[in-house]
C-alpha cells in the first residue's frame, strides 16, 4: 500500500472513529510518548535492560504502527504528502551516500 494510500485511510479513521486531529502540539506529544514505547521494548528485548512485569507482552510490531499512525496524523494535519517526501528523500540520500558507507570501515564486518 503506497503511503498515501496509508495517510487516505489515517484521515477516513480521523472523520469517522477520532472526531477530529488533536492539535499539532499533542500530536508531537504523543509521537514522543509512541517512540519511548518502541525504545523501552529495544532496550529490553535487543539491550541490556531486563523485563519487568509491566513490560511482558509488549509487542515491537504493534509500537512501531502506533509511532507511524501519529506520524502520518501530523503529515495530514500538516498537509505533507509522505509518498512525495520519501521520494525525495530517498534521492537525497541516494546522492550523498552512494559510496559513503560502503567505504565505511566500521560497517565492515
Partial sequence: MALREVQRKVDQ?????GVRYFDELTNMALLT??????????ARQYGEQSFKKEDTGKDLGEELADVLFVLICIANQTG???DEEM????EKKTRRDAERHKKNNKLKK
Fill in 87 to 90: 521520494k525525495r528523500s530517498l
Fill in 80 to 82: 505533507v504528502d509522505l
Fill in 33 to 42: 510518548e509512541e517512540v519511548g514505547e518502541v525504545a523501552r521494548i529495544i
Fill in 13 to 17: 479513521w480521523i472523520r469517522e472513529y
